[in-house]
Structures are given as structure tokens and as C-alpha cells.
């Protein structure tokens, strides 16, 4: 395969930046649906206390709906535990900024494409193992992983 220097580095810099983007992507709707569901908790409770609080007759809303509505912040709470949304924002925001370091070393010529393809699979493969440490993932881990992790 014959490709010149530079169309290795391009090529380089382009999977940093779809890395950078996806980081950006998954990261805001981490970021986003962490406040969604600490909102719809909140509202919901609040709902419920007022509804069962001013008496409202069983005509206007069935006890069903209001039972409905005060089990809403607990199943919240078990999908916020269950998905770590907030942990995985974060995750994601650590891991953009250590994708764009390598990319501003690659821009500055800091290090050479080689040096930088090999920090690029190091930053992938350390965020990857970081990721299955978020929400329930963190449970789920193959032995070789838990393994480590004591030795550590």
C-alpha cells in the first residue's frame, strides 16, 4: 500500500476528529438526559404530594393515575443508578479532552503520526475499560477484568 506521509497523518487526524465527534454526541445526550430525568423526578413528586395533599377526588384523578404518578421519581432513581448518565457525561467529556490533546500534538507537531497512532489506541482502549466501570456494565465484567482490577 503505497500512501504518502501525509495522507497517513490526514487519515490519522480524521479518526481523532470522528473519535472527538462522537465524544461530543454521545456526551451532550448524557449530559441532557441526566437533567431530564432529575426534572421529571422532581416534578412528578412534587405533583404527587400536592395531588394527595389538596384532596383531589377519585373523579377528577383516578388513585390509579396518582400511584402511577408518585412511582415515577423511584423508577427515575433506578434508571439514573442503572445508566449513570451523569458518571457517563463526564467519561465522555475526560475522553474529548484527551482526544483533542493528541490532536493538538498531531496540529503542533509534537509527535510523529506513528507515536501518535500508538497514544491513540492507549486513549481508546484506557476509556474503554473505564467505560465498562459506568452504571451496570460495572457488574457485568469478565473475569479477566475483575482480575486485574484486585491486582491493581
Do not use: C
Given at each position: 500500500?503505497?500512501?504518502?506521509p ?11 476528529n ?36 389538596a384532596?383531589?377526588k ?28 451523569g ?18 500534538d ?12 500508538k ?8 476509556n ?17 477484568v ?7
Amino acid at each position: 500500500m503505497n500512501r504518502s506521509p501525509l495522507s497517513i497523518e490526514e487519515a490519522l487526524f480524521n479518526e481523532i476528529n470522528n473519535e472527538i465527534e462522537k465524544r461530543q454526541y454521545y456526551g451532550s445526550w448524557n449530559f441532557r438526559l441526566v437533567h431530564i430525568l432529575l426534572w421529571v423526578s422532581i416534578l412528578t413528586s412534587f405533583a404527587s404530594a400536592i395531588i394527595v395533599a389538596a384532596g383531589i377526588k377519585e373523579d377528577v384523578i383516578p388513585s390509579l393515575w396518582v400511584a402511577i404518578i408518585a412511582g415515577i421519581p423511584g423508577l427515575v432513581i433506578s434508571i439514573e443508578k442503572t445508566f449513570d448518565f451523569g458518571r457517563r457525561s463526564s467519561w465522555d467529556i475526560m475522553y474529548e479532552i484527551e482526544l483533542k490533546e493528541l490532536r493538538d500534538d498531531l496540529i503542533f507537531k509534537k509527535t510523529e503520526p506513528y507515536e501518535a497512532a500508538k497514544k491513540l489506541r492507549e486513549i481508546i482502549r484506557r476509556n474503554e475499560t473505564a467505560f465498562s466501570k459506568i452504571g451496570f456494565l460495572a457488574s457485568n465484567q469478565p473475569e479477566h477484568v475483575k482480575d486485574k482490577e484486585k491486582k491493581k
